[in-house]
Every structure is written in C-alpha cells, then in structure tokens.
T-cell receptor, first 113, second 117 residues
C-alpha cells in the first residue's frame, strides 16, 4: 500500500504522559500537514511542512506540541504532558504540488485518561 | 478568517435516490477552492469533488455533482443514485490560495449520511 501511513492507530495514555505519533507520507510528496479532529467536529489545521521546513503552525499548537520532519520524509508529532483535552484523532495528509489533491492517512486516535 | 458551515448534522436517503448536502462559507477572497471530502467509519478521508472558484461551471464526478453559487457563498453536493457505500461523514472544505505553499483546508463540522436499503 502506497498511501499515507500513521502509527500508532490508537493510543491510550494517562494524563501527564508524553506521546508521539508518526506519519509516513506518500513517498514523492513534499507537502505534509497535521490536523486534529475532535468528536463531532471537522478536522482543524495544526501545522504544515514543505520538505523538512515547518512553514506554519496553528495557534492550536501549544508549547506542549512539537512536530518534526527530518530529511523531509516521515514526520512525528509529539505531545508532552498530555491533558484530557488532547483526546482527539490526529490526521496526517500529504500532497505533491500546488493546488494538488491532499491524501489523508487513517489517523491516530489519542485517548487521555 | 474563513469559516465553513454545514447546517445538516445528519441526513438519510433511500438507496437509489438523490440527496443534497448543504454547505455555506464565508470569505473575503475572490480566488479559492472548495472541496467535498468523504470519511467512512474508521477509514481515511478521501476527496469526492473539487471546485475552483474562478470556474463558473459546476464540477461533476460520476454520481456526484455540486451546485456552486459564488455570490451566495453556497456549495452543495448532490449524490445521485445513492449506494450503500456512500454512507459516511461528508465534510465541506475551503482552501485559500497558497501562502508559503501552505494550502491548508478549513473544514465544516460534517454531515453524517445514512443510506436506507
């Protein structure tokens, strides 16, 4: 399968723990996005990478959140000191060209107890 | 900031019938893109159809078509000959022209479509 891959698919953690999600985009795609989707809502933009450069971060992305994309390939999203409000589906999407289609992964669901 | 509103949280339709999902948006830009995405349960979001704002002609993809009313800022999705596989959450989304290459999407809250056999 050559689609966008996200791991883990589900993560249950206790409040205060750190979690990390990984996204493997489609191999030739240089654009990578992270979105967050809470129950009953549409996805909300978190951050954008073009190759390895993080070019935009949403104000939703607090200091506890950090995203990286070393070498412009896979990306990681780390949440430190998780809070119950962080419980959500974290979606990754990638694209290859301006105005081109974005391809989404199946998401990583986080539950913070 | 742009906003996207989907006023129908849930819709249902008989198999083989036609259903229309509504979407309105607010923007001060003249050049933008609009999308409908489908999110089946526990599956990834996939693009159903897209519309460029500068095009007057409504986009069509097989059984899916849109009614794009730019002045009214309305972008509805019509699904003809509904099939069981159409059951999903449908999201309307807006995309601004590129900013540093960032073509982030602004999504509505979604409409859950149920197909009745």
């Amino acid at each position: 399968d050559t689609g966008v891959s996200q791991n883990p698919r589900h993560k249950i953690t206790k409040r205060g723990q750190n979690v990390t999600f990984r996204c493997d985009p489609i191999s030739e795609h240089n654009r990578l996005y992270w979105y967050r989707q809470t129950l009953g809502q549409g996805p909300e933009f978190l951050t954008y990478f073009q190759n390895e450069a993080q070019l935009e971060k949403s104000r939703l992305l607090s200091d506890r959140f950090s995203a990286e994309r070393p070498k412009g390939s896979f990306s990681t999203l780390e949440i430190q000191r998780t809070e119950q409000g962080d419980s959500a589906m974290y979606l990754c999407a990638s694209g290859s060209r301006p105005s081109g289609e974005l391809f989404f992964g199946e998401g990583s669901r986080l539950t913070v107890l | 900031a742009q906003t996207v509103t989907q006023s129908q949280p849930e819709m249902s339709v008989q198999e083989a019938e036609t259903v229309t999902l509504s979407c309105t948006y607010d923007t001060s830009e003249s050049d933008y893109y609009l999308f409908w995405y489908k999110q089946p349960p526990s599956r990834q979001m996939i693009l159903v159809i897209r519309q460029e704002a500068y095009k007057q002609q409504n986009a069509t993809e097989n059984r899916f078509s849109v009614n794009f009313q730019k002045a009214a800022k309305s972008f509805s999705l019509k699904i003809s000959d509904s099939q069981l596989g159409d059951a999903a959450m449908y999201f309307c989304a807006y995309r601004s022209p590129s900013n540093f290459g960032n073509e982030k999407l602004t999504f509505g809250t979604g409409t859950r479509l149920t197909i009745i056999p």
